[in-house]
């Protein structure tokens, strides 16, 4: 299970990693552009600091357990962005972007998964 359980948490950081630099690295213009049309209900700050959220998450589910520092903190970041896909999901819901759901959704369920997980019979 912990095997199982680091092959999510990796493709969860690796999958938040690229969104949230993606956010940081693109004016809000192009990424509305590009299909993201959520941005348009955001401030550029806002969209800014969802993406350095999802970053922080990502260094969060891997950083900790790899130096064995720390280690609550890989839940606590699953939490956090389980906690950010909830919010995501609503905001999609809104706009009636069901693919995007969708994804909020399988996300949000990976990332309580391993939380729930870490926080319980498979801590570090």
């Keep these: 299970m912990n095997i199982t359980l680091w092959i999510i948490t ?30 348009e209900d955001f401030s550029d700050d806002t969209v800014k600091r969802i993406g350095t959220v999802e970053i922080l998450g990502a260094v969060g589910l891997i950083l900790p357990a790899l130096l064995n ?37 399988v996300l949000g369920i990976l990332a309580a998964g391993v939380a729930v997980a870490r926080f319980g019979p498979f801590s570090f």
């Design 69 to 105: 520092i720390a280690t609550f903190l890989v839940p606590a970041a699953a939490t956090g962005l389980a906690l950010l896909m909830a919010g995501a999901a609503i905001t999609h819901a809104r706009r009636n972007e069901k693919p995007n759901v969708i994804i909020n959704i």
């Design 10 to 39: 990796a493709i969860l950081a690796l999958l938040f990693l690229a969104a949230g630099s993606m956010k940081l690295a693109q004016p809000k213009a192009k990424l509305a552009a590009a299909g993201q049309g959520w941005v």
